[in-house]
């Protein structure tokens, strides 16, 4: 080999030895990055005062179930629910469909859920913790409406019993 | 002297390498603290809005408004009967709580979209206690609470009647 040629061989080595750290590093940095955004894309939930208020607000609701005129608080109504799945309000709709709908409509007159609004949807759900796992209390299907989202503002009320009242707001 | 200008190259390529190397880290950093200090500011507006918020929280706990006929649970309750009646009263409306804007809703079930008077109480949606903002509500927080006020009709001889409220407060501004 030539002198010339060897060192043009060296050359070349030099900016291929180069170009291969810059990949090392490049492709180092698509990991990370890589990572970093994944746990971006987590759900990220913390507990909503708001949603804890609505809660402590919602569950003193008067509720006119045994007769018109009666007042009972819709924490009464949640423990009657989980007492008897087919008990019914004068009315003869069943507590647990009276409950549900309270809630249902308690929610929607909260908070605005589309699209163009902060609050995009929300989940509810009242259950029961027992030996064997979680009983919900309206059928197996929890109350929820809209797309859900990674953020979320949650909370939670117990009441006697296990039960447990929770909302999620999802951002 | 061919080696010693060979030496120089060499220190000069190790000196062009590191240039590129501390610029692309450089680049790097400066991607990474972009995009942390914007999750950092959007966490400090976060708590601002908190913070204004507990002020809503905190008007629903005062002696004026809550429900205190019944002892807990129900003493986090503001009273609708008593916010009525201090609605009258001029005193509450200046500095009292330190505030522009006062105003209790009723959400639901709703009521006709009235301010609560004389006329139609308590089939009425808005209570306002103070307003001192000449129609620019920005800032007002608000916060759910449970009202709470006499009906005759409730087991017929009358009872208590929980509903689900808001409370919307704007704290006063000194700079306006």
Redesign the interface.
């Known amino acids: 080999m030539t002198p010339q040629n060897r060192i043009n061989k060296k050359a070349q080595e030099?900016m291929v030895g180069?170009v291969l750290i810059?990949l090392v590093?490049a492709i180092m940095?698509l990991v990370f990055l890589g990572i970093y955004l994944r746990d971006a894309a987590k759900t990220h939930e913390t507990e909503g005062?708001?949603v804890a208020?609505?809660l402590?607000?919602?569950t003193?609701?008067?509720i006119?179930c045994d007769y018109i005129?009666?007042?009972s608080?819709l924490s009464d109504l949640i423990l009657e629910c989980d007492a008897s799945s087919i008990s019914t309000c004068s009315s003869g709709e069943k507590k647990c469909d009276v409950l549900r709908n309270t809630l249902n409509?308690?929610i929607n007159?909260?908070w605005n859920f589309n699209e163009n609004s902060p609050t995009k949807a929300y989940f509810m759900d009242v259950f029961k913790e027992t030996d064997k796992g979680e009983k919900a209390l309206f059928n197996s299907t929890p109350i929820t409406s809209g797309i859900l989202t990674n953020n979320i503002r949650a909370a939670e009320k117990p009441f006697s019993k296990g039960i447990i009242l929770r909302l999620e707001i999802y951002y | 002297m061919r080696s010693s200008k060979k030496a120089q190259m060499k220190i000069q390529?190790m000196a062009f390498?590191l240039v590129a190397?501390m610029i692309?880290f450089a680049m790097?950093a400066i991607v990474y603290f972009t995009i942390t200090s914007s999750k950092l500011r959007d966490t400090a507006d976060d708590l601002r809005e908190?913070e204004a918020?507990?002020l809503a929280?905190q008007m629903a706990g005062t002696p004026e408004l809550m429900f205190s006929k019944q002892a807990s649970?129900?003493s986090?309750?503001v009273d609708f009967d008593k916010a009525f009646a201090l609605s009258k009263m001029n005193v509450y409306k200046n500095k009292y709580w330190n505030l522009d804007y006062l105003m209790i809703e009723k959400?639901?079930?709703?009521s006709i979209n009235e301010d609560c008077t004389s006329g139609n109480y308590p089939d009425c949606r808005y209570l306002i206690l103070i307003d001192n903002t000449r129609g620019n509500y920005t800032g007002t927080q608000t916060?759910?609470?449970?009202i709470?006020w006499w009906?005759p009709?409730?087991?017929?001889i009358g009872?208590?009647?929980?509903?689900?409220?808001?409370i919307h407060a704007l704290a006063h501004d000194p700079t306006k």
């Open positions: 030099e180069f810059m590093v940095f005062k708001d208020s609505f402590e607000a919602i003193k609701f008067t006119e005129g009666a007042s608080p409509q308690a007159s909260s | 390529q390498m190397v692309f790097v908190e918020k507990e929280r649970p129900y986090s309750s959400v639901y079930p709703s916060a759910p609470v449970a709470v009906d009709k409730l087991e017929s009872n208590y009647r929980f509903q689900l409220g808001r």
